[in-house]
């Protein structure tokens, strides 16, 4: 199996690279973002409750995350792996993604970070948010809330993993491709 993080700052490019990284290496997807907007549509009652604390950019509790997650490892134990994309998202998170893949005889490999400048965050979702109709894309007051969870909360994640010598990052600002072949690299290197 291979297990791993894609990690970074909302605005990052972690959905662009993890579309092509599980095209290449046909691992499963699991973003929590994508799981919660879901939710949403669907109108369930996770789903209403995420979609407050979502739309003013705040985290959603670790347990309702931590839960989804659970699910999905359950649902896909066949796959060659897995990418995790928008979790962990705060140490507890992380802790509890390891108990979880523990019980599965499995762990994570490695942990990419996508280093991309405060700026150029905000630019990419304002032009995000003219096309996704994603509340919390929209106004520039809301990606900055989104940004002080991430410095705050989830930015210790990677202390997290460079403890466990699990934590590579790599420049998320340049061509697509690039990136995706720097990460590539490191991918290859774990096997
Ligand atoms: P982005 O790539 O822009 O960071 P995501 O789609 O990953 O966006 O997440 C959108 C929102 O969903 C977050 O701002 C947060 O409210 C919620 N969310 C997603 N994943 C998590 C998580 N692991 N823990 C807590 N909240 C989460």
Redesign the pocket.
Known sequence: MLNIVLFG????G??TQSQKLIDKYQLKHL???????SEIAHQTELGLK?KE??D???????E??IGM?DNQLNANKESKGFIF??????VA?AQALDTLLSNHLTSIHLMLALTVTEEELVKR?LI?GESSG?A??QDEAKIRV?VN??NTKTAQVATYYEGQGKFKAIDGIGDIDEIFSALCTEIEQVG
């Not at 003013?56 to 670790?62: I, K, Q, R, S, Y």
């Not at 994309?85 to 705060?90: A, L, Q, V, Y």
């Open positions: 700052p909302p605005g990052a972690k959905g973003s929590t973002g994508d799981m919660l907007r995420a604390l979502m003013a950019g705040l985290l959603v509790p670790d309702v995350v997650i994309d928008g979790f962990p998202r705060t998170q979702l995000r994603r919390d894309d989104r969870e991430y």
